[in-house]
């Protein structure tokens, strides 16, 4: 599988947007300058600045790089209709990684592993607190342990009844 094109780096940049300008609403990337950080405007940062900045909350916010992401060499290319609001979205959101999602999402059609919950379902389950297929194993896994504990004490209260009938008392299945 061909490795995804990222462009080349330029080594006198930090990737990095000074602090300063950006607070003022201006994207200027610093500039590495030995080890110190630059910017246009003559603000200066070294690197134990801007680390402390980051931990502190502040803002620090790097260049985002573009990357080409490849086709595998054995993927062909077809044609389907989608709306382009939708397409628009998911080229956003998997920015860098839209084929390889894409991929996963066909394969796992493909070979019927998805599960499609929507709907009021989905409501719902979120108002129960699940919010992934983990969550939804482990509620059907609680749920089937608490049916062979009910089950294993009512095997236990079968064993007693005779006896709580001798001693003249009822069992709660009995009094209802």
Not at 13 to 31: D, E, F, T
Not at 139 to 144: H, L, N, Q
Request: aromatic share 8%.
């Amino acid at each position: 599988m061909p490795a995804n094109i990222i462009p080349v780096l330029d080594p006198r940049s930090s990737y990095i947007y000074c602090p300063q300008c950006l607070s003022h609403g201006n994207r200027v990337v610093l500039a590495r300058d030995t080890f110190q950080f630059r910017c246009q405007f003559a603000h200066t940062y070294d690197y134990g600045q801007l680390q402390a900045m980051a931990t502190a909350g502040e803002l620090v916010e790097m260049v985002k790089t573009h990357i080409v992401e490849q086709p595998s060499d054995q993927d062909v290319k077809r044609e389907f209709w989608i709306h382009p609001i939708l397409y628009e979205r998911l080229q956003e959101k998997f920015s860098g990684r839209f084929l390889v999602t894409m991929r996963t999402v066909f394969s796992a059609l493909a070979d019927d592993s998805i599960i499609f919950i929507e709907g009021p379902e989905v409501k719902e389950l979120k108002q129960q607190g699940i919010k992934n297929s983990k969550d939804i194993l482990a509620a059907i896994k609680s749920a089937k342990d608490l049916e062979q504990q009910i089950a294993v004490l009512q095997r236990q209260l079968d064993l007693l009844a005779p006896i709580l009938k001798a001693a003249g008392l009822q069992s709660a299945e009995s009094a209802t």
